[in-house]
């Protein structure tokens, strides 16, 4: 079974025409840091399914180029982030907030609040699983 294009090396199956730098960068609200990483990537154009050429993206990961391709860098929109992992003490950010309301603590769908009691009297009784002879005696047969 093949691998599909997405998930194969990036240097298999289909040959690479660019390598891409993608440069993200974030800044702090709290200690006004900025940071960036950068992601890099193979970058393969195909012709699509009516001869319109589209661009693949495979991440490249720890692998070396092997190829003398051309390299693009793209420089991403930069992210605001309310705190970050140099902050001295990230807690500073959330100390003066108030606590979640009592109600948020349920879990939705999980059942841990109690299911609301019907009084016996509105209980609608189960009907009675019909058998093979009560429907027999419909048919009158």
């Known amino acids: 079974m093949n691998t599909p294009l997405y998930l194969a090396d990036p240097h298999r199956d289909a040959v690479p025409h660019t390598y891409v730098v993608q440069v993200s960068s974030f800044n702090c609200l709290n200690c006004k840091a900025s940071h960036s990483s950068c992601e890099v990537f193979a970058r393969?154009?195909?012709r699509g399914q009516?001869?319109?050429p589209f661009s693949n993206l495979r991440p490249m990961g720890t692998a070396r180029p092997?190829?003398?391709l051309p390299i693009e860098v793209i420089h991403r929109q930069p992210h605001i982030v309310p705190f970050c992992h140099e902050c001295p003490s990230p807690l500073d950010v959330?100390?003066?907030l108030p606590y979640p309301p009592v109600e948020s603590k349920t879990n939705i769908g999980a059942g841990f609040?109690?299911?609301a009691k019907?009084?016996?009297a509105e209980r609608q009784k189960k009907?009675?699983?019909t058998t093979t002879d009560?429907?027999?005696k419909d048919l009158d047969i």
Request: glycine share 4%; charged share 25%.
């Open 44 to 46: 393969t154009w195909l």
């Open 50 to 52: 009516w001869g319109k």
């Open 66 to 68: 092997q190829y003398n």
């Open 94 to 96: 959330v100390k003066n």
């Open 113 to 115: 609040k109690e299911a």
């Open 118 to 120: 019907v009084p016996s």
């Open 127 to 129: 009907p009675r699983a």
């Open 134 to 136: 009560d429907l027999m």
